[in-house]
Antibody, heavy 121, light 107 residues
Framework: EVQLLESGGGLVQPGGSLRLSCAAS????????MSWVRQAPGKGLEWVSA????????YYADSVKGRFTISRDNSKNTLYLQMNSLRAEDTAIYYC??????????????WGQGTLVTVSS | ETTLTQSPAFMSATPGDKVNISCKAS??????MNWYQQKPGEAAIFIIQ???TLVPGIPPRFSGSGYGTDFILTINNIESEDAAYYFC?????????FGQGTKVEIK
């Protein structure tokens, strides 16, 4: 059974940093591309970042480019999102999601339950 | 960027009803549309792939239709357990984008 378990959310001040983790199990983590998606309060979902299975290719939404860094440790079956220079508009539930197919194709087939990030003074 | 316009934002249904949720794309995305169901505090569940294909294990009362720019998720004979938030995702082009979601309430 595929499981994705996010952690690391919390309250942080504007300009601060936070690192999210997503522990994966139930599939061959190193072969599957992964992604972070977020949902701000009362808003729809927004794709944030994606990474290939090897970690060699990364992709970012314009809204987080230069501030967020996605990475993965395939030896630990864990996905990360380093978030720097956080803004109030980054407040959201952050989900990790697994791509259905190689080369980041097909959309997502599995999601985690999410971790809440609140940026506020 | 492809904008997905999903409607309605909220709907209330009675058990046994047929429910339709629409997702309109701002450009042609072929059949590169997925649908998901999410209940509060739970992980989203993948229910429809490539616009019309039911994901294995999903009850057959769920179905999807459409191609190009107009897509519909249909729930036939809706049940109380179908109360959830439903959203669409286009995976035709980068960046991947989502509809605004539909909250379905069962009376």
């Amino acid at each position: 059974e595929v499981q994705l378990l996010e952690s690391g959310g919390g309250l942080v001040q504007p300009g601060g940093s936070l690192r999210l983790s997503c522990a994966a199990s139930g599939f061959t983590f190193s072969t599957d591309a992964m992604s972070w998606v977020r949902q701000a309060p009362g808003k729809g979902l927004e794709w944030v970042s994606a990474i290939s299975g090897t970690g060699g290719s990364t992709y970012y939404a314009d809204s987080v480019k230069g501030r967020f860094t996605i990475s993965r440790d395939n030896s630990k079956n864990t996905l990360y999102l380093q978030m720097n220079s956080l803004r109030a508009e980054d407040t959201a539930i952050y989900y990790c999601a697994k791509f259905r197919a190689p080369q980041l194709r097909g959309g997502f087939d599995y999601w985690g339950q999410g971790t809440l990030v609140t940026v506020s003074s | 960027e492809t904008t997905l316009t999903q409607s309605p934002a909220f709907m209330s249904a009675t058990p046994g009803d047929k429910v339709n949720i629409s997702c309109k794309a701002s450009q042609d995305i072929d059949d590169d549309m997925n649908w998901y169901q999410q209940k509060p505090g739970e992980a989203a569940i993948f229910i429809i792939q490539e616009a019309t294909t039911l994901v294995p294990g999903i009850p057959p009362r769920f179905s999807g239709s459409g191609y190009g720019t107009d897509f519909i998720l249909t729930i036939n004979n809706i049940e109380s357990e179908d109360a959830a938030y439903y959203f669409c995702l286009q995976h035709d082009n980068f960046p991947w984008t989502f509809g605004q979601g539909t909250k379905v309430e069962i009376k």
